[in-house]
T-cell receptor, first 114, second 113 residues
Framework: GENVEQHPSTLSVQEGDSAVIKCTYS??????FPWYKQELGKGPQLIID?????GEKKDQRIAVTLNKTAKHFSLHITETQPEDSAVYFC?????????????FGKGTHLIIQP | DAGITQSPRHKVTETGTPVTLRCHQT?????MYWYRQDPGHGLRLIHY???????DKGEVSDGYSVSRSKTEDFLLTLESATSSQTSVYFC????????????FGPGTRLTVL
């Protein structure tokens, strides 16, 4: 089955700086790559996603890049703010009729230092 | 939480007792999922459903069963709870399957003593 590795497990950056979280996946058939943000005591919330026919996607301060050849994708957050502090998860799915759900990385705890 | 509720939100039970967790959605989404979240493991898929009475196993299905008799409800049952099933359980829904956006519920924290 799919295996998703996520690094780093903890990332501390100064407010206003950029943060980058990286993930690799093992199944070349995976074609959907979402990123989730989880705040303490809450369920994960989708912040951005990318499909395998696209190399990069941007939404305001957040961007995701995908390298299918190397089987890795990354989350970029620019101009970080205190409210960006949370745990971030990457995930992968290959879809298909009746196929299983998302395979998640183990998460990155992002800390924004004032 | 995209019209998803989970009940109960917290539960403490003893080893060997049966436990049922409920996920209810008001979005009329076809696909529903149960994940568990444990420190150091991220979220792992337990079971999923692709329609009423249509379910299948995920990565960590041993010790769990599910049922879906209505579009809006997806039940997760631990027939005989064990301490290894202490976890936070999340339900998720999607409209068109695993490559469509999945929306997560608020979670149920289960402690098995």
């Amino acid at each position: 089955g799919e295996n998703v590795e996520q690094h780093p497990s903890t990332l501390s950056v100064q407010e206003g700086d950029s943060a980058v979280i990286k993930c690799t996946y093992s199944d070349s058939a995976s074609n959907y790559f979402p990123w989730y943000k989880q705040e303490l005591g809450k369920g994960p919330q989708l912040i951005i996603d990318i499909r395998s026919n696209v190399g990069e996607k941007k939404d305001q301060r957040i961007a995701v890049t995908l390298n299918k050849t190397a089987k890795h994708f990354s989350l970029h957050i620019t101009e970080t703010q205190p409210e960006d502090s949370a745990v971030y998860f990457c995930a992968a799915s290959r879809g298909g009729g009746g196929a299983d759900g998302l395979t998640f990385g183990k998460g990155t705890h992002l800390i924004i230092q004032p | 939480d995209a019209g998803i509720t989970q009940s109960p939100r917290h539960k403490v039970t003893e080893t060997g007792t049966p436990v049922t967790l409920r996920c209810h959605q008001t979005e009329n989404h076809r696909y529903m999922y149960w994940y568990r979240q444990d420190p150091g493991h991220g979220l792992r898929l337990i079971h999923y459903s692709y329609g009423v009475k249509d379910t299948d196993k995920g990565e960590v299905s041993d010790g769990y069963s599910v049922s879906r008799s209505k579009t809006e409800d997806f039940l997760l049952t631990l027939e005989s709870a064990t301490s290894s099933q202490t976890s936070v359980y999340f339900c998720a829904i999607s409209l068109q399957g695993p490559t469509d956006t999945q929306y997560f519920g608020p979670g149920t924290r289960l402690t098995v003593l």
